[in-house]
């Protein structure tokens, strides 16, 4: 579920982190960063929740690719790698003298068998597909990873990126849930249930001059206010996404913090039961996307801070087409197809929605009004993030909900019928194959295109905006992201100004 999460909101304040790097880092210091929602475990090659991505992505746990914070795609655990002509060889050069926490080192050998793990059968990684279009592998010496693709993917490099696909050790991986072991700057000290995660520098981490910080915690807040009140008492020193923007402007008109507003890859829908009535009717879909005003949703639910988007994709992604003129706020036209759908005078369903973010409530209430115009009516359920993840996610036990799906090039989850949307469409599925079989941009461009068409039409969901991210720090804090292109609260950089 690395793609359910809080997209929070941005305000106004923005200070540029190139002021930042104008001063040079110092070494030493604890960091402490807030975050709303504990993971469910720590090993993001066992689970897709984004809660563990931004605690150990980067900091304790690294794969083959990183992404850096302008969005690119940068060495990790490979120093470069090339493709050959047809796109189907992918030649890695390794790291050498690179070592897990453990000790246990990192080699072609190694890196073969965490693929070898993430694509085989009964593997516990969320997203084999990513992995199982490798063919062969090679490793013709130890710092040499050869992967021959079964046919060219466009998203391969990109997935290599992700959470699925950080290396983990062979001694030490079946306690990754519990007691991570990775080759990051930072290693792994305890797990306080209910409360935080440390992490400490690893003395032994390949670039020498990073991470500047001694030790980093996690500290897991969920209240908005209580987040804000640590903060203001030096309990804690970065909240990594605000979920209150109403609370940045107070924050930005103190020169004791510092906020910014930057931009993220997610998107925050409504999500909608394919197959749970009358949601399995495409007319009661789209009637339900002709009654929501977007832009209001942003103004009353968000401060008026968001994008509008008529797909599943972020405004910020390459390859993006502009749909929200696909079904304009048109009440009427929501009545006329409801009533063309055997639903003349509306239906009654319940919508549930996650305590632990605020945005989702906000956003819920405000549909429930615009829905209850056009004779449907919402019965608000508030449910524990818990209860939210096997209920509605694992289980499918609902009819509408609403959170963000933060995860960049996700779209392809709409290709898996057993997704928790339900979502069973050949259509999309050949489109999604071709776009990920494209062999040049233009290619790419069509078929992305036409997946975010085939969603729209569709209204497999409601979409409804992309949104700023809004992290929110005490003013001595130097080097924090502005912008989170992927999932992580990135923290290698991060230093004390003295």
Not at 271 to 286: E, G, H, M, Y
Not at 483 to 497: G, R, S
Request: with cysteine; hydrophobic share 40%; proline share 6%.
């Amino acid at each position: 579920m690395r793609q359910l999460l809080l997209m929070t909101l941005a305000l106004t304040l923005v200070l540029p982190i190139n002021a930042a790097l104008a001063d040079s880092p110092v070494k030493g210091g604890n960091l402490t960063v807030c975050k709303p929602a504990e993971p469910p475990g720590l090993d993001p090659t066992a689970n897709t929740a984004a809660a563990i991505d931004r605690v150990v992505y980067a900091n304790i746990y690294e794969g083959l690719v990183k992404v850096n914070r302008e969005g690119q795609f940068v060495p990790g655990l490979a120093t470069q790698w090339e493709v050959s002509p047809d796109g189907k060889v992918y030649t890695f050069r390794l790291r050498p003298g690179v070592k897990f926490h453990n000790g246990e080192p990192f080699n072609a050998q190694v890196a073969k068998w965490n693929l070898e793990r993430a694509m085989g059968e009964g593997t516990v990684n969320p997203h084999p597909e990513y992995f199982r279009g490798i063919a062969q592998m090679e490793t013709p010496d130890e710092n040499t990873l050869t992967l021959t693709l079964q046919d060219v993917d466009a998203l391969f490099i990109a997935h290599m990126a992700e959470g699925d696909a950080v290396m983990l050790p062979r001694q030490g991986y079946e306690d990754a849930k519990s007691s991570p072991i990775g080759t990051g700057p930072f290693k792994f000290v305890k797990w306080v249930r209910g409360d935080s995660v440390e992490m400490v520098r690893f003395d032994g981490y390949w670039n020498p001059e990073l991470p500047y910080l001694d030790k980093v915690t996690f500290k897991f807040i969920g209240d908005a206010s209580a987040q804000i009140a640590a903060l203001k008492a030096g309990d804690i020193d970065v909240i990594g996404y605000i979920a209150a923007p109403e609370s940045a402007r107070e924050m930005s008109a103190d020169n004791r913090f510092k906020v910014y507003a930057g931009t993220t890859t997610g998107e925050v829908i409504m999500s909608t039961n394919n197959k749970a009535q009358p949601f399995d009717n495409k007319l009661v879909r789209q009637a339900m996307a002709y009654a929501i005003d977007r832009q209001t949703v942003i103004d009353l639910g968000m401060f008026g801070y968001g994008t509008p988007i008529g797909s599943h994709w972020s405004p910020s992604t390459p390859y993006y087409v502009d749909l929200t003129g696909k079904f304009p706020y048109n009440p009427q036209k929501a009545k006329e197809l409801l009533a063309q759908a055997g639903y003349p005078n509306g239906f009654e369903a319940t919508i549930k929605l996650p305590a632990i973010y605020s945005y989702s409530r906000r956003a819920g209430e405000v549909i429930a009004d615009m829905f209850r115009e056009v004779g449907i009516k919402l019965n608000i359920e508030i449910v524990e993030w818990g209860q939210w993840i096997d209920r509605i996610f694992k289980k499918k036990e609902y009819q509408l909900t609403m959170i963000g799906h933060v995860e960049a090039w996700d779209i392809g989850i709409y290709a898996n019928p057993d997704y928790y949307f339900q979502y069973d469409s050949q259509e999309f599925r050949d489109a999604y194959a071709n776009a990920l079989k494209a062999p040049n941009e233009a290619e790419k461009a069509k078929w992305f295109g036409r997946c975010q068409e085939i969603i729209a039409e569709d209204a497999v969901n409601g979409f409804l905006f992309s949104a700023p991210n809004l992290p929110v720090m005490k003013a001595g804090v130097m080097n924090w992201w502005e912008n989170y292109p992927t999932i992580a609260l990135d923290c290698t950089e991060v230093w004390w100004q003295k």
